[in-house]
């Protein structure tokens, strides 16, 4: 896990609500992801973000927000938007050309 | 298209025996890949890297193996613990510096006592 931190480490949600996921990294990594897992799945990124006040959509970004107003912080909001947003939510950082590292996860369910 | 797949989705193996996990890709332009681990209700964990310029790599008790011509990659764990099961991810990686991963579905290892 290093120094990037994912909390809750577990977030009910219920119908029609927003929910926050807090993703911080002490590394000082100019590059931050967003991923989700399903069970028996491979990570799929939502967004990611090369550096402060800008992002880009991953390959399933509809339902999702984020934000990336500090260089540690990349916070990710499941909206209402997102008919199925039960998962596991895995953050991830690196430096440019470095490896990524990932946080420990959030797993995310539906009340 | 582009993908990144795995040869076997589960793999068995006595404790102290040497575990493969195969990976293959299609991609021929990637040029890093990573080998992760992942614990149940953990994030994933970094074990190993190797570039595309280059055909093996060794690491702690860990040697991830490239071939270019079939578009293979495998990572090899000697003397297997019961520590060591896990999900087993590779990942390939396009775009130099600021690349993008993506991942196979992953090998369930379990090390039998």
């Known amino acids: 896990d290093g120094g990037i931190t994912q909390s809750p480490k577990y977030l009910f949600r219920k119908e029609g609500q927003n929910v926050t996921l807090s993703c911080e990294q002490n590394l000082n990594h100019d590059a931050m992801y967003w991923y989700r897992q399903d069970p028996g799945q491979g990570l799929r990124l939502i967004y990611y973000?090369?550096?402060?006040?800008?992002?880009q959509k991953g390959d399933i970004a509809e339902g999702y927000s984020v934000s990336r107003e500090k260089k540690e912080s990349f916070p990710l909001t499941v909206t209402s938007a997102q008919k199925n947003p039960t998962a596991f939510y895995l953050c991830?950082?690196?430096?440019?050309?470095?490896?990524?590292?990932f946080g420990p996860g959030t797993r995310l369910l539906v009340l | 298209g582009e993908s990144v797949g795995l040869h076997l989705p589960t793999l068995s193996v006595q404790e102290g025996d040497n575990s493969i996990i195969n990976c293959a890709y299609s991609n021929s332009a990637s040029d890093y890949f990573i080998w992760y681990k992942q614990e149940s209700g953990k994030g994933p964990q970094f074990i190993i890297d190797?570039?595309?310029?280059?055909d093996k790599r060794q690491g702690q008790r860990v040697t991830v193996l490239l071939n270019k011509t079939v578009k293979h990659l495998s990572l090899q764990i000697a003397a297997t613990q019961p520590g060591d099961s896990a999900v087993y991810f590779c990942?390939?990686?396009?775009?130099?510096?600021?690349?993008?991963?993506?991942f196979g579905k992953g090998t369930l290892l379990t090390v039998n006592p």
């Open positions: 190797i570039r595309s310029n280059m």
């Open positions: 973000s090369q550096i402060v006040n800008d992002f």
């Open positions: 991830a950082s690196r430096s440019a050309g470095e490896t990524q590292y």
């Open positions: 990942a390939e990686a396009r775009g130099g510096s600021n690349y993008k991963l993506t």
